[in-house]
């Protein structure tokens, strides 16, 4: 048994090591004033100085960072609508919603981004520098992921709350609004969140979709990797580094409020 358990220890630490070591090495450089993985020289704060001083990189972080809000937000409302309309529905219905659902999530990313740009830029004509071909873009990757998260919550809500609200007079969207959404938030915010992570990380979607004098964080680093000047390339390893830690700070936020907001509850229980 113990033999078993070293074993599951060593096998999880090499899995752990696998995913977040490449990352940690990064951030270590990053902290340098080396050019290149593998050479370590004297300590620096180069890297982040550049960062931020750097007009260009500070443009393309602040358009995609709205692009990611505003995309998220939409994709938020549309997968919570989705979610609750199915969760609602009859059992035909709903299977139908949820095998759309997961056409997204299991399809291909590139085929996505390449489908949206012949439908509404070859067929529609709509012009990828009004940004609409690249929001219903994140809109699709992202509204089936807020869906699988709220639909968990709606699952485990007691549906007595929502049908007592009707029958002691609040109108649907009153009940829906005080009584429904407010269960069911923890799982909005995930899907709000995972969004977000989802149209920060995204490649072949704004590939196909964004102006053509518009780069998100994604395409900006593939491109930076061909020609861009060794500062900004260094640079990339800071903000690679900042995206990390909030990612960390987010989780761990998310997680400490979930667990107080579960004992409240058995406290109060």
Known sequence: MNKKKYGQTIFLALVLCFIYLPILILAVYSFTDSAQIGRIHAFSLQNYITLFTSEELLVMIRGTVILAVVTSAISTVLGTLGAIGAYYSKKGPAAVIRTINQIPVVNAEVVTGFSICILLVVVLGISRDTFIPIVVGYVVLCSPFVYLSVIPKLKQMDDNLYE?????????????????????????????????????????IATYTKPSTFDTISTYVVNATRGAQTSIKTALWALSTIIFVIVILVVVGMNRSAAKKEEGTVTQG
């Open 164 to 204: 007592a609200a009707l029958d002691l007079g609040a109108r649907p969207f009153y009940a829906l609004r005080k009584v429904l959404i407010p269960q069911i938030m923890p799982g909005i915010v995930s899907g709000f969140m995972l969004s977000i992570t989802l149209a920060l990380d995204d490649y072949f």
